[in-house]
């Protein structure tokens, strides 16, 4: 622990090595990890990636440090908070005819109006209670309350929505549960990470929880319908087709823009209509674990509005590498996925030659020095279209 006076003054929380103390660390779930709070955080993770935990041992920690005891962690360093507020999952009480979403507004409402610059405070999946579009938007305003008071915390949440809302935070970092691929497994790590995760793993975790597997495969193809019905398909350019719009999109004008060209450079006799499908990536999200070890296209769109194409089998290391260079922290990406090293490398030597005819200013010219593909009337007919479609 730091000296007293110093912890009256730091607003800066910093815990190395924090453990789940509850848990047993030769069984493999007690995960350490280490917490730099500067800010408020907004948690996003699967279901079964440790929110609840790391709430649970912020919460542990900061008690026992304040009291001058024992901390579960290497080492700490916990501000002299005026308040410790924890908010953890509700349950109706009938005694009180309250339902589930009023006792949670009730002491949320108590959190909000009595948190200062100096609590901590630590709400477990807020707005959990209601109807999803109006829970939402009621967590987006706490959100940017206990943002505007300037306290420390964590706000952690399901809610992928708030994620589209125009709010407004100066106080406020995203930060994930992060999640790996293993053997074709989508798994969580229980390492706190930065950036946003939109993985659930709902369906997997019903299966492992031993829900029958018809209901997962028809819950699995209800989804499927769902996404579907998000999806219409509008004029954009005379002469050019059609473009797959997502109702209620927030994505800035120039990405949708970059999208309608890469669709339609695919489309001119490299793949059928349909099989590309572009994912995009907001400047703080993460791409989903999947992509790791997949073959995939991507577009940056820098904050100057000039592309750079790529391709790689690492998704989410590639964005990291680029987003640790200065000025590509808010930059938005597009990717796809394509079935194939050799098949990516000949997309992102197209996508390069055609995009500037486009109307776009690319930074990266050099990969696309094979122009007879790139730019050729022909190059379709030179590839066997087997090797051309992509796999959905």
């Known amino acids: 622990m730091q000296g007293e006076a110093e912890a009256k003054t730091t607003r800066e929380m910093e815990l190395l090595g924090l453990l789940p103390y509850w848990l047993e660390t030769s069984q493999g779930n007690a995960i350490p990890n280490d917490v730099k709070m500067h800010s408020l955080f907004l948690l996003t993770g699967p279901n079964g990636g440790g929110k609840s935990s790391i709430l649970r041992s912020i919460c542990a920690a900061s008690v026992l440090g304040i009291c001058g005891l024992m901390v579960p962690a290497k080492s700490a360093v916990i501000p002299n908070f005026d308040s410790v507020m924890l908010h953890m999952k509700t349950y109706d009480s009938p005694a009180d005819g309250k339902s589930t979403f009023q006792i949670e507004m009730s002491e949320i409402r108590s959190i909000v109006t009595r948190a200062t610059e100096r609590s901590l405070v630590l709400i477990d999946e807020i707005c959990r209670g209601t109807e999803t579009a109006k829970g ?7 959100l940017e309350t206990l943002d505007q008071v300037g306290c420390l915390g964590i706000i952690s949440t399901h809610l992928h929505g708030l994620f589209d809302l125009p709010i407004s935070t100066n106080n406020t970092v ?3 549960m992060g999640a790996e691929t293993v053997n074709g497994v989508i798994k ?5 990470t930065d950036g946003v995760c939109r993985e659930s793993l ?5 299966q492992r929880e031993g829900m029958p597997d018809p209901i997962i495969t028809r819950a699995e193809e209800l989804y499927e319908s769902m996404k579907e019905s998000k999806v219409q398909y509008v004029p954009v350019v005379p002469g050019m087709g059609s473009k797959p719009v ?3 999109s927030k994505s800035e004008p120039l990405a949708k823009e970059v999208e309608r060209s890469i669709l339609v450079i695919c489309q001119k006799g490299v793949v059928k209509a349909g099989e590309v499908a ?3 990536v907001g400047p703080r999200e993460q791409p989903p674990p999947s992509t790791v070890g997949a073959s995939c296209l991507y577009v940056i769109i820098r904050s100057d509005k000039k592309l750079y194409v790529g391709q790689t089998d690492d998704l989410v290391g590639r964005l990291r590498a680029h987003r640790s260079k200065e000025g ?3 930059a938005t990406t597009i990717y796809f996925v394509v079935p194939g090293k050799s098949f990516a490398c000949k997309l992102e030597t197209l996508l390069i030659n055609q995009l500037p005819l486009e109307g776009f200013k690319l930074v990266n010219k050099a990969d696309g020095r094979h122009r007879n593909f790139g730019t050729s009337a022909l190059y379709h007919d030179a590839i066997p279209h087997e090797a051309l479609t992509l796999q959905t």
Do not use: R, Y
Not at 136 to 142: E, R, V, Y
Not at 202 to 206: G, H, K, R, V
């Open 136 to 142: 939402t938007c009621i967590a987006g305003s706490i």
């Open 174 to 176: 995203f930060k994930a």
């Open 188 to 192: 969580p790590t229980l390492k706190l």
């Open 202 to 206: 709902a369906f997997q975790t019903a």
């Open 246 to 248: 997502i109702n209620g």
């Open 278 to 280: 572009c994912v995009i």
């Open 328 to 330: 590509m922290q808010d």
